[in-house]
């Protein structure tokens, strides 16, 4: 918040420094949606070639940072709208096994979420946690990890993301149930039963 | 009837179903059948009470990932390549 704060000004800065001030963020910003080094770095090209040709003009009293960011996002779901028409319309089931190994046939639990001890949001603050939840999301199935990625971290309505996607909201319900599950398994597996057990 | 005979449905229906209901609440708010049947599970149910409570933490350290600025400890460390550099810096002058 410090850096953008010092970073405020009424206009934008040469457009030769943005790679320089702004690309490696950009580039990190875009990489956690978009999972691929390649589309991150060609989306963070696309968008400060259209910075730079006024595609989106500059808002008085917004930073460089946040107008940058601003047209990226827009440059992220752009990409996930040509790419969601090449997406095989195979039925979820046969896609990943997530719901299959987590319940019985009954539709009982299988194991059960386990207890995770201590206090979850202790693992806030530590930058391991980070590294394990960004693998958990990076190592969802592609289209489980698009629906996730457009709902929780573009923070996209449920009805814009089906739009994007070009999906049913109950295909959304149901991808983000397995991404949301799968999602719960991993961080228990690869965070919490790295923690001592109560008990 | 037709309430009735859902709420019988849904009485009977299992922790799959039950934990797909609670994710999808997540997402759009739940007809009222199926808010009270999962109320009416979660009495008795402390695995899928327990899945809840896990999912919000989920949705609380997304959220936190999602603002980010690409800056804090949520961001990938990871950096632009000298190549990518080089060639975003030709594509700004050209």
Redesign the interface.
């Known amino acids: 918040m410090a850096?953008?704060n010092s970073e405020a000004s009424d206009r934008a800065s040469d457009?030769?420094d943005?790679?320089d001030r702004h690309?490696?963020?950009?580039?990190?910003?875009a990489?956690?949606r978009v999972r691929s080094?390649g589309t991150a770095?060609e989306l963070?090209?696309e968008a400060?070639?259209a910075a730079?040709t006024g595609q989106r003009s500059f808002r008085e009293g917004s930073t460089e940072?946040?107008w940058l960011?601003g047209i990226l996002k827009h440059k992220i779901v752009d990409h996930y709208r040509a790419s969601a028409r090449e997406l095989p319309s195979e039925g979820l089931e046969s896609a990943d096994r997530i719901?299959e190994d987590?319940?019985s046939p009954?539709?009982?639990?299988n194991a059960?979420?386990a207890?995770?001890s201590g206090d979850?949001?202790d693992?806030?603050?530590k930058?391991e946690f980070?590294d394990v939840?960004?693998d958990c999301?990076s190592g969802l199935p592609d289209h489980l990890a698009d629906a996730f990625l457009l709902?929780?971290?573009?923070?996209m309505s449920?009805e814009e993301v089906c739009k994007v996607l070009g999906i049913s909201?109950t295909n959304?319900?149901?991808r983000?149930?397995r991404a949301?599950?799968g999602?719960?398994r991993c961080?228990?597996e690869h965070w919490f039963k790295r923690e001592p057990r109560e008990g | 009837m037709a309430t009735l005979r859902e709420m019988c449905r849904l009485l009977n229906a299992h922790c799959d179903q039950m934990s797909a209901l609670m994710s999808r609440a997540h997402d759009d708010t739940l007809p009222r059948c199926e808010r009270w049947a999962v109320r009416l599970h979660l009495l008795y149910c402390s695995a899928c009470r327990r899945y809840r409570r896990q999912l919000q933490f989920i949705t609380q350290v997304t959220r936190r990932l999602a603002a980010g600025t690409g800056e804090d400890i949520t961001a990938p460390p990871r950096e632009l390549s000298p190549d990518a550099r080089e060639r975003i810096k030709r594509s700004l002058n050209g």
């Open positions: 850096l953008e457009p030769a943005w790679v690309g490696d963020a950009m580039f990190r910003y990489l956690l080094m770095e963070v090209q400060l070639v730079l940072r946040t960011i719901l987590t319940f009954r539709g009982l639990w059960g979420p207890r995770w979850p949001s693992a806030l603050e930058e980070w939840l960004r999301v709902r929780e971290l573009e923070q449920g909201p959304l319900w149901a983000m149930h949301r599950t999602l719960r961080l228990e």
